[in-house]
């Protein structure tokens, strides 16, 4: 979740230009420093669009929630509790993630964004896989695994496909989803129970 | 996961190879995606957008707070419009009373009033004298003198 940049700065030697600190960076936007807010944004958009990536293919669409997020998070910056070196990292991917979820919701509303269905050869590909534990490596099995993923887990919910990316992808402990999504521990691992059980039922269904 | 639940061992076994296969696809739909976000994090405008965006917003909300205000104000105005029309009414309704009644206003009363004078103007405003009825009131002014 953290990013190096802070580590970075802190590994460089004293006597070099180092670079001036998150908490610094919001501190001086806060005051309409617009040099500030570009640092932050420079800093933490590859981190953003990254989180963005995991959900959405098109480029437009992980624009879409870079700018959504970055401008949230200018509107939001008084508000925000400056206080810890990496707090800034851990706020801009919570308002990421939001605004995946949002979009995500946005998706499922759409006519025109309803789930095609999986062909015969992609179900034979995916009783393969299963049989074999885990999908092939190589480019056109990493092709196939692509399209049929997005397939699959655009019968999620939005709220299943953001835990299990969180819980998968990410590599989020279950204290960092919670604190992150601001519920408890319990709830998180219900709802990761139940997010796998709807992930199982989809493939069932083209097994 | 299971709980303290008896489960079928074949049952989890199956779970878990679909957890396997659903978590290797799910990684597969993140990965594949790391060169277009590579590519939107070195877009060369991309600040420039978001300047724009969030100048576009601030004007958005502005218009919105503009709205809202006048909304406020005029929400805040309607117990005291509401306050002066009842006063206004009190006020016409006392004064109405007060100080004249309706038999005083009615053309009858009028007509039986002493002073000519006032007939005539009442007379005047309410339509053209015939020839006829000017000659009825001067003799009816003079019977009345006679009478005295």
Redesign the interface.
């Known amino acids: 979740m953290a990013d190096n940049s802070d580590s970075r700065a802190l590994e460089s030697p004293p006597h070099s230009n180092v670079e001036p600190s998150d908490v610094e960076l919001v501190s001086r936007a806060v005051a309409d420093d617009e040099t500030a807010f570009?640092e932050l944004?420079?800093r933490h958009?590859?981190r953003v669009?990254?989180i963005?990536?995991?959900?959405?293919?098109?480029?437009e669409q992980?624009?879409e929630v870079?700018?959504e997020s970055?401008?949230k998070a200018?509107?939001a910056l008084p508000d925000f509790s400056n206080s810890q070196e990496n707090s800034f990292a851990s706020w801009i991917a919570r308002i990421a993630f939001n605004a995946c979820y949002d979009e995500l919701r946005r998706m499922k509303r759409r006519p025109e964004s309803a789930t095609s269905n999986v062909s015969e050869e992609e179900s034979a590909w995916?009783k393969a896989?299963?049989r074999s534990?885990?999908?092939g490596d190589d480019v056109e099995a990493?092709a196939v695994?692509?399209d049929?993923?997005?397939k699959?887990?655009a019968r999620l919910s939005p709220e299943d496909r953001l835990l299990?990316?969180m819980l998968?992808?990410e590599g989020l402990s279950v204290a960092e989803i919670g604190e992150m999504n601001k519920w408890s521990i319990s709830k998180v691992?219900v709802r990761a129970?139940r997010a796998?059980a709807s992930?199982?039922r989809v493939?069932?269904r083209f097994l | 996961m299971a709980g303290h639940k008896k489960t079928d061992p074949m049952t989890d076994e199956a779970n878990a190879q679909l957890d396997q296969l659903g978590r290797a696809l799910l990684l597969h739909a993140s990965a594949s995606n790391e060169a277009e976000a590579e590519a939107v994090a070195a877009s060369p405008f991309a600040y420039t957008r978001l300047r724009a965006r969030i100048t576009a917003e601030h004007e958005r909300r502005a218009g919105g707070e503009t709205w809202l205000t006048l909304l406020g104000v005029v929400w805040r105005s309607v117990p005291a419009m509401g306050l002066v029309a009842v006063f206004a009414f009190i006020l016409f309704w006392t004064s109405s009373f007060g100080t004249t009644s309706p038999g005083v206003l009615s053309d009858e009363a009028l007509m039986d009033a002493r002073d000519a004078g006032i007939e005539n103007v009442v007379f005047a405003d309410r339509r053209t004298l015939s020839s006829d009825d000017v000659l009825a009131t001067i003799l009816q002014g003079d019977e009345r003198e006679n009478s005295r």
Not at chain 1, 52 to 59: C, E, G, T, V
């Open positions: 570009e944004f420079n958009r590859r669009s990254l963005a990536s995991r959900f959405f293919r098109q480029r992980i624009e870079v700018q970055f401008m200018y509107l995916l896989q299963l534990q885990g999908a990493a695994a692509r049929l993923a997005d699959l887990l299990l990316v998968d992808v691992k129970h796998r992930l199982r493939l069932e």
